[in-house]
């Protein structure tokens, strides 16, 4: 106590329940520290992909041929995310119902536009990931160390209950060790808020750009089921 | 590839930077706090890189003639603090005030000559030249008169260590060149709250006496006179270096 009091003292000396407490902050602080990074580079690379697979996609390039550079780049191990997967879903099932002569072109539409639906529910899926942990440490982490230091606070003084003569310094040191619980709960809580704010809008960006791209992919391909009808109705 | 559409998506795994990147910040975090921590906390002990040291030892009363410095940089404020004499009586109040008057005086006059006449006649000059010495004259009284609150803080600190000494008994046992480091805690009352050895001389009753002596010692009421924000800095804890260099054994 004479000493000036450092941190790693502060955190060694407290309570078990205070100790716990921040033991639970620290894991809530890496793990969401981990989501925060992690989240980052997958929202960077869907991003990056999707704006080459548009590029790619409006150069005029074969749909066919777009579809098997696809297949080489999954044979390479290459994962396809994003819009390429959409893409991918929605063709092949078109291709698959279009084999199929007695289905006519609405029906062959409406079963890769539901295709499609399913990779874009997906894709959300994989983005959204992390997400909810991200907002439930920044929502409860402020508690957790609110309620650490209240509990060291409380045990502080009752100990000070048991002196006859109260000072200040008989206090001090448990209300300042409680107190770094708070802290702690900050540290936690304010990174996971801020990147859940921004992921969350980010993922609103992208799937509205996936839904778009659905719709756009949609109206190629009716164009396309409907000129193959009409031709097997001709040659007919 | 796989068959179906409906098959389970397999997300690109990214692992090694986000551990990363986590482990370095935590661990950075970590390290800036502590590190800043000792810092901040070390500022109450140590208000200066050189501890305060006091050297507790028998001192004449005529060395204790306040010996006024002049600080070069000193500002002419009007609200110099009045400089306590070492014997820390608060009544030298209305002295320096008396003292720094004067100076406002000669400012004035000097300055708007220059101004309303452009040509200067010599005894003109001689009257400036007149009146800038003793505007400086003025200045330097007046910096004599105040007192820094590192010299009153100094000027406390040989109080201290006077009553220190007033009660301080050496045991026998006492030679040249042992050094007993207190570290002492006051209040703003003057009343002391701790002491504890931080540098043991090796002899422990040489120690003790040094403990002794300061308990005894008490209080330093006169502390209480000191502005709270000096109290703060100095005084909160400061080091007591205990060294009898007058024994002639």
């Known amino acids: 106590m004479q000493e000036q009091l450092s941190l790693l003292d502060l955190v060694l000396d407290a309570s078990f329940t205070v100790q716990f407490v921040m033991a639970i902050l620290m894991l809530a602080s890496m793990l969401s520290w981990y989501m925060i990074v992690n989240r980052f580079l997958y929202f960077r690379n869907a991003q990056d992909e999707m704006y080459q697979f548009?590029?790619?996609?409006?150069?005029g390039v074969d749909l066919a041929q777009l579809y098997r550079e696809g297949n080489e780049k999954a044979a390479d191990g290459h994962v396809l995310l994003g819009m390429e997967s959409i893409f991918r879903a929605g063709f092949k099932e078109f291709s698959r119902l279009a084999q199929q002569s007695e289905m006519d072109a609405d029906a062959v539409i409406e079963g890769s536009r539901r295709a499609?639906?399913?990779?874009?529910?997906?894709?959300e899926e994989r983005l959204e990931r992390h997400l909810a942990f991200l907002a439930s440490v920044g929502s409860t982490s402020p508690y957790i160390g609110l309620f650490g230091t209240v509990w060291g606070i409380m045990h502080s003084f009752r100990g000070l209950a048991n002196t006859t003569q109260a000072t200040l310094a008989t206090v001090a040191p448990g209300i300042s060790e409680a107190l770094v619980a708070t802290a702690m709960g900050l540290f936690?809580?304010?990174p996971a808020v801020l990147a859940?704010?921004?992921f969350a809008s980010r993922v609103?960006?992208?799937?509205?750009r996936y839904d778009t791209f659905t719709d756009e992919f949609s109206s190629i391909l009716y164009r396309q089921a409907f000129a193959l009808r009409t031709r097997e109705?001709?040659?007919? | 590839m796989n068959t179906s559409i409906y098959a389970k998506p397999v997300a690109p795994r990214i692992v090694y930077r986000p551990i990363l990147a986590t482990l370095v910040l935590h661990g950075l975090m970590l390290y800036f706090l502590t590190v800043n921590w000792t810092d901040t906390g070390g500022e109450v002990t140590r208000v200066k890189p050189v501890p305060r040291v006091?050297?507790?030892r028998l001192v004449d009363v005529s060395e204790f003639k306040p010996k006024p410095k002049p600080k070069p940089a000193a500002k002419p404020k009007a609200k110099a603090k009045p400089r306590p004499v070492a014997k820390a009586k608060p009544k030298s109040k209305p002295k320096p005030v008396a003292k720094v008057k004067p100076v406002a005086k000669p400012k004035t006059a000097v300055k708007p000559k220059p101004k309303a006449e452009p040509r200067i006649s010599e005894q003109e000059l001689a009257a400036i030249a007149r009146a800038d010495l003793s505007h400086a004259m003025a200045q330097e009284e007046q910096v004599q008169a105040t007192a820094t609150a590192d010299e009153m803080a100094a000027s406390f600190a040989a109080l201290i260590q006077q009553t220190v000494v007033n009660y301080w008994n050496r045991p026998p046992s006492a030679r040249n060149g042992m050094e007993a480091l207190l570290a002492i805690q006051l209040i703003?009352?003057?009343?002391?709250v701790s002491v504890t050895v931080l540098k043991s001389s090796g002899n422990t009753a040489f120690d003790r006496s040094a403990i002794n002596a300061v308990e005894k010692a008490g209080s330093f009421p006169e502390l209480q006179n000191l502005p709270s924000r000096e109290f703060e800095k100095t005084f909160r804890r400061f080091r007591l270096l205990f060294r009898p260099e007058d024994l002639r054994y």
């Not at chain 1, 548009?54 to 150069?59: K, V």
């Not at chain 1, 609103?204 to 509205?208: E, M, R």
């Not at chain 1, 109705?233 to 007919?236: A, E, R, T």
């Open chain 1, 54 to 59: 548009e590029e790619r996609f409006w150069s």
């Open chain 1, 116 to 123: 499609m639906r399913v990779a874009t529910m997906r894709e």
């Open chain 1, 188 to 190: 936690a809580a304010i």
């Open chain 1, 196 to 198: 859940y704010n921004r």
């Open chain 1, 204 to 208: 609103d960006v992208l799937s509205n």
């Open chain 1, 233 to 236: 109705k001709q040659v007919n």
């Open chain 2, 54 to 56: 006091i050297n507790a």
């Open chain 2, 188 to 192: 703003p009352t003057g009343e002391v």
